[in-house]
């Protein structure tokens, strides 16, 4: 939706004839901002993602991100409020409204938790994990996969609703991949777009013939779930070493001990949400050997 937008001299927007004053910038990354905008005629507050589009893969990458926000209507699915792309010198830019939610990421949460010394109730984690697995359905129902599920990318409503955010990296659970070329694709795509530290085994080293999908999610899942617990990724050590993530991701999951009081119901569900698409990736290797 939108097809109109204009920089107004006194700081502020207008998207499909409604008018945003700018308040400040939120955040900034390599080829995206987001802003702080209040909607004039509502007084709410949105966030203004902007993306800039350096070439038509660039344009159809946002358009996709837009597309999966207007396909999900879900409790724990970041909604979309408007979007349009602009012209600029033969490059475009996609301009993403969303809701803005004032607690901030999980990740967010998180780190003023470890500042503190202290962790997050495991009731409490509970709660939040529930919103994200239920969010994820919604996504593996429709037959997408998120593919960049971490802390940073879940919002947190002041009742502790997650909201699953970020959906750029989004595409089709299942991909069948037939041949190196296509293996090759898919892995350079997932270096691009899956975060190295919650990126599932069978994304590090595509298989020449295999199958990748929605599990990778639920890797990811797991990760996040260990991040909850211990306030940081299983993998976040490992990468900031310099040791190798690819490697790291093969073996099974430690529980940091003693760390904290974690129930063994909790530790295990950790072990198996990762077990679930690492014995997967073993099988689908082994598969692979027999093939050949």
Not at 41 to 53: P, S
Not at 79 to 84: C, E, K, M, N, Q
Not at 127 to 138: E, P, R, Y
Not at 219 to 229: E, I, K, N, Q, R
């Given at each position: 939706m939108g097809q109109t937008l204009c920089i107004c001299s006194r700081g502020s927007i207008t998207i499909d004839n409604k008018r945003y004053y700018f308040i400040q910038k939120l955040d900034e990354g390599g080829f995206s901002y987001v802003d702080l905008v209040e909607?004039?005629?509502?007084?709410?507050?949105?966030?203004?993602?902007?993306?800039?589009?350096?070439?038509?893969?660039?344009?159809?990458?946002?358009?996709?991100e837009v597309e999966m926000h207007r396909l999900f209507s879900h409790p724990n699915i970041l909604?979309?409020?408007?979007?349009?792309f602009i012209e600029r010198g033969g490059k475009s830019e996609a301009w993403i409204l969303l809701p803005y939610v004032q607690k901030g990421s999980l990740w967010s949460v998180l780190e003023k938790l470890r500042d503190k010394g202290s962790f997050m109730p495991e009731r409490r984690i509970l709660?939040?994990?529930?919103?994200?697995?239920?969010?994820?359905?919604?996504?593996?129902?429709?037959g997408y996969a998120h593919r960049d599920l971490k802390p940073t990318n879940v919002l947190l409503e002041v009742d502790d609703r997650p909201l699953l955010m970020d959906l750029g990296s989004m595409n089709r659970s299942r991909m069948e991949v037939k041949g190196t070329r296509e293996a090759m694709t898919v892995q350079d795509w997932a270096a691009q777009r899956c975060t190295i530290s919650y990126r599932a085994p069978e994304l590090f080293n595509v298989e020449s013939h295999c199958v990748i999908d929605d599990r990778t999610d639920i890797?990811?899942?797991?990760?996040?779930?260990?991040?909850?617990?211990f306030l940081e990724g299983p993998y976040d050590m490992v990468f900031q070493k310099g040791d190798s993530v690819a490697l790291a991701v093969q073996n099974p999951v430690t529980i940091p001990q003693p760390c904290r009081s974690v129930s063994p119901l909790a530790s295990q569900l950790v072990v198996t949400l990762q077990s679930i698409t690492l014995s997967a990736f073993k099988a689908s290797r082994l598969e692979c050997i027999d093939s050949k």
């Open positions: 909607g004039v005629q509502d007084g709410r507050f949105y966030a203004l993602k902007r993306i800039l589009c350096h070439d038509r893969e660039g344009r159809q990458e946002a358009q996709t909604g979309l409020a408007g979007h349009t709660k939040v994990l529930q919103g994200i697995c239920s969010g994820l359905k919604a996504m593996h129902d429709r890797w990811s899942l797991g990760c996040v779930l260990y991040s909850m617990m």
